[in-house]
């Protein structure tokens, strides 16, 4: 006899749907508890202006925890790339500056990252403690070449490069919005639809399966991390230019929200499967959450434990969803709410007994 499927088993197969659904209950919720606050359309302009930094290092970070490795250095690859730019904003003179300083700025990134490639796959350290130890070196650097100091760069709003990448288009929509969405799409079909994703996916489900299968890990794993530091370095780019100075701890303070919003996106920390869709509306939850709980007038002194039960219940919804059981948790409900009928303690009758002649 087949097992009984849940009617919502195929909602498993359709990426990021959980994560699409927590965000908008909260949103639900939100404009239920805070309507003032949240009816209005600049609520939402404010999270399309601030939530794209580490959304974008999110992103990457999904490519990285799906080859089944860690990148814990991003935090200050966006300080160096955010010290590069202004560094050459500011003591480059000429119209190309800016450019001059994207693009130095996202080598800088990706030098980073191409050590943390060849510290994993060439030396085998593993990669928590390869890119923590970057994480320390590379925020050391940038304090000592910035003597801990931050650099004013509020001339960069008149230049081409500010309205390219952190602009209002039509007066309205933040520019990094546009782009974190476009780079969302781009690494979705690299990851779905390209050679290099797929060996990403089985390097991180089986390293040893991927070299058998002619997948050349440790030259994946450079590319990736390299990848990464690109990446992080243009998430640098988009805080520092969207605020116009640089600060020597930028980037301190991303760590646990990127990866909350790749963990609460579906990705698993084991590897072998990586959601960028869900990380993409992950972020949005984890950006809205703060605003949102002290809009709703709860007192500040409540906000993590409420930011920590929703980012609970979004992972045990998307785990619930992913293996088929969603549709199993209101008969768990009920058996939890209703008592179970109270079983006879009077024995059962004997059949007679068949008396000897």
Known sequence: ????????????????????????????AFLITAPTVFSHPLIYMSF?????????????LTLVITAGEIDLSFPAVVALSGFVFSYI????????????????????????????????????????????????????????????????IAAVEKTAAHELLTGRIF????AQAVWATGLAI??????????????????????????VMGIN???????????????AAFGGLLLTIEINV?????????????????????TLISGGRGSIVGTFFGAYIIGSLQAGVVATGITSYWVQSVEGLIIIAAVVINVLIGEGRFGAVPDQI????????????????KPDETKGG
């Open 246 to 266: 640089f600060f020597p701890n930028q980037g301190q303070g991303f760590l646990l929200l990127t990866m909350a919003a790749v963990f609460i996106g579906g």
């Open 171 to 174: 007066g309205i929509i933040p």
């Open 1 to 28: 006899m087949k097992p009984k499927r849940s009617p919502l088993a195929f909602l498993g197969r359709i990426e990021g749907l959980p994560v699409v659904g927590v965000l908008l209950l909260l949103y639900a």
């Open 89 to 152: 904003f500011k003591h480059v003179q000429g119209p190309w500056a800016p450019w001059l300083g994207i693009l130095l700025a996202l080598a800088a990134g990706g030098l980073v990252g191409y050590i943390n490639g060849l510290l994993v796959a060439r030396l085998n350290v593993p990669s928590i403690m390869a890119t923590l130890a970057s994480q320390f070196f590379w925020y050391g650097i940038t304090i000592l070449i910035a003597n801990g100091l931050q650099l004013n």
């Open 48 to 60: 399309l202006q601030t939530v794209p930094p580490w959304l974008v290092l999110g992103l990457g």
């Open 217 to 231: 890990v440790e030259a994946t794993k450079i590319q990736l991390f390299t990848l990464m530091g690109v990446i």
């Open 334 to 349: 009920r058996r939890w709410i209703v008592p179970k009928h109270r079983v006879s303690t009077q024995p059962a009758t």
């Open 186 to 211: 781009l690494l979705w079909f690299i990851l779905n639809r390209h050679t290099f994703g797929e060996a990403i996916m089985f390097i991180g489900d089986n390293a040893n399966v991927a070299r």
